[in-house]
């Protein structure tokens, strides 16, 4: 009788610890989701408020960033731009949720479609965008590696 109670322990215990190591994928899924959401938010109002601190948190260090008119940033080229002024952002609008590409536990990808409002040298502006981005999971949090916008057709 002892030998079946073990057994049967030694089952269930079995059983939890397969069921266990098969939740965190989605849990992980929904749990990179909300993050990946939240430091889109944050980037963004960091744009807006040209917060150079938290993007030093929140972009990858090798960051590159293509924009729609062809222009490409790097990190260091973002924040020295933003703080100098040369681009003054004063809205993101977002049309659509993100879509995501699980590459690996560590790489997503998301697309998503935005307006976004502001100045560069003075000249005011609307892009309409198709923006794909990559992020990596790297000490612990997501950060924006790449980013590439296009203008969106209507």
């Not at 089952?11 to 749990?31: A, G, K, V």
């Not at 020295?80 to 949720?97: H, P």
């Not at 590696?145 to 209507?154: C, H, L, P, Y």
Request: glycine letters at 2%; charged letters at 20%; proline letters at 2%.
């Amino acid at each position: 009788m002892k030998m079946k109670k073990i057994s049967l322990l030694l089952i269930l215990i079995s059983f939890l610890c397969i069921h266990s190591q098969s939740q965190p994928i989605e849990s992980n899924t929904i749990s990179s989701q909300f993050l990946i959401e939240k430091n889109i938010q944050n980037i963004e109002e960091a744009l807006l408020k040209k917060d150079t601190l938290s993007l030093k948190l929140l972009l990858h260090p090798n960051l590159t960033m293509g924009h729609s008119n062809g222009w490409i940033e790097t990190k260091s080229s973002l924040i020295e731009d933003l703080s100098q002024e040369q681009v003054v952002y004063t809205l993101f609008q977002s049309l659509t949720n993100p879509e995501y590409s699980y590459i690996s536990e560590d790489l997503i990808i998301t697309r998503r479609d935005i307006d976004a409002h502001g100045t560069v040298n003075g000249k005011e502006f609307v892009a309409c965008l198709n923006i794909l981005e990559i992020w990596t999971f790297q000490n612990n949090q997501w950060l924006l590696t790449a980013r590439q916008s296009v203008n969106r057709k209507e």
